[in-house]
């Protein structure tokens, strides 16, 4: 078990529809060892039983800030301070507000201004009511108060309308949590409000590079090297950067994808090729090294198809190709201001892509497992770690697309909020 099987939630369930996903966050928490004690606000309890709530966490669940038999057990003050850390959600609009004002008229509240513990919130409500001035101005004082929050993300409404405000997927509060619990969490989360949804103009009047797919080294006219790489990650980064108003450059390996909209796409084969293409490319505000270079290619390249001679043993002389990403990551002149690489790696992730990052003088690498069983390659879905210089943060499995827009909506910010 994790080193998170000692550590206490204290829960805080709003009243919302998104209710529901909470009984499933309890069970997940429950699975990592993790203690649940609940209090549920008043309008809460329409939308999730006590019952149902106590039976999942397997503790009592405190409803009442007057209650005498629970004030004698165990006081409102020592509940909000026994806890590891406090976890809100859904945070409907009204428990927001209430927490950034420091009302306390019910036990929820009360708790909220007396802990001394970090407070987590996953926001859930109508598209309007996150949108509004007054829950924009409540979240941005919570921001500067420290409260981390996850989500919320865009999606389906349960009132028929469609954007931001639906709380996150039980797994992404769940890995926020225990970030939280680790430490770890240098890296801000994305907590502005529509933080994912609003990159549209975040990168205007920037240049971005962003390489893509795999390479291919040519043994003759007829065979080569490659690798798994789909391009699938590299392409939606692209996409993605261009949506936020960026001028982008995508130099693509060979791959089966089309060409984003709006981008201007170079296609190569080799690592030389790539490698010339985004020297090409540049000046740019930002680089991005997603694709999977090979990392050798044969010494020389038959003229001819290679020919077998029965039964005879045949051997590849290879050299190493150069190095994209350490060369841009290293460049004294015009060098991007931000430059971001990949690392795919099958054992101690983290390990090795702090030193690759160091290596190939990059800002960020964002690491992901592509270990048996990750179907990282080829596949829909991608779960990655960003590895800064000074920290590290985990993201939930999401779709390429939705790491292509976290990514590049923090990459903007990062640019403008350091005035690069
Ligand atoms: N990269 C590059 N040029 C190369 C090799 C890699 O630009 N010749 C970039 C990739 O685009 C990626 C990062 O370097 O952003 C890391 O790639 P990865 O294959 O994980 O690492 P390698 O440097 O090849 O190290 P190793 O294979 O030993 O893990």
């Known amino acids: 078990m994790s080193g998170l ?13 998104a209710a529901y996903k909470t009984l499933d966050l309890i ?21 999730a039983t006590p019952l149902s709530v106590a ?19 165990i006081g409102h003050i020592e509940l909000s301070r026994e806890a590891d850390l406090i976890v809100v959600a859904p945070a409907t609009a009204d428990l927001l507000a209430k927490m950034a004002h420091g009302l306390a008229n019910d036990l929820a ?15 859930a409500m109508n598209l309007r009511m996150w949108l509004a001035a007054p829950t924009v ?43 939280a619990l680790t430490g770890d969490t240098v890296l801000p989360l994305p907590a502005y409000p529509r933080a994912d949804a609003a990159v549209a103009g975040a990168l205007d009047g920037r240049r971005v590079v962003v390489t893509s797919g795999p390479t291919h080294e040519p043994i003759d006219p007829v065979r080569y090297i490659a690798n798994r790489s789909s391009g699938k990650q590299g392409h939606a980064i692209a996409a993605a950067a261009q949506a936020a108003g960026a001028s982008v450059t995508l130099v693509s390996g060979p791959v089966a994808l089309a060409d984003p909209a709006g981008v201007t796409t170079v296609h ?33 390249t038959a003229p001819e198809k290679l020919k077998k001679a029965a039964g005879a043993e045949q051997s590849l002389t290879l050299v190493q190709n150069p190095d994209i990403l350490a060369a841009i990551g290293w460049r004294d002149r015009d060098r991007p201001a931000l430059v971001v690489g990949f690392a795919a790696e099958t054992e101690s992730l983290i390990e090795h892509a702090q030193k690759k990052r160091l290596a190939k003088g990059c800002d960020l690498i964002v690491a992901n497992n592509v270990g048996r069983g990750s179907n990282v390659f080829g596949g829909e879905m991608n779960e990655v770690t960003l590895i800064a210089a000074d920290g590290s943060e985990r993201w939930p499995s999401l779709s390429k697309k939705e790491v292509a827009t976290k990514l590049i909506a923090r990459l903007a910010r990062q640019l403008n909020e350091a005035r690069i």
Request: negative net charge; contains cysteine; hydrophobic residues 50%.
């Open 27 to 47: 069970r997940r928490l429950r699975e990592k060892g993790i203690a649940v004690r609940a209090v549920m606000t008043a309008a809460a309890q329409h939308f």
């Open 5 to 17: 099987s000692k550590k206490r939630v204290l829960l805080i369930i709003g009243g919302g529809i």
């Open 268 to 300: 190569v084969e080799t690592a030389d090729e790539m490698r010339r293409a985004v020297e090409a490319a540049l000046p740019a505000d930002i680089f991005i090294g997603a694709a999977a270079v090979a990392d050798w290619r044969t010494a020389e």
């Open 55 to 73: 039976s999942l966490s397997g503790e009592k669940v405190f409803t009442d800030l007057f209650s005498l038999t629970d004030e004698a057990a």
């Open 109 to 123: 509240s009360t708790l909220l201004l007396a802990t001394d513990k970090k407070i987590l919130v996953a926001p």
């Open 137 to 179: 101005r409540n979240v941005a004082t919570l921001r500067a108060d420290g409260v981390i929050f996850s989500g919320p993300g865009d999606g389906d409404m349960a009132c028929g309308e469609y954007g931001p405000g639906r709380m996150s997927e039980p797994l992404e509060i769940l890995a926020a949590i225990e970030a």
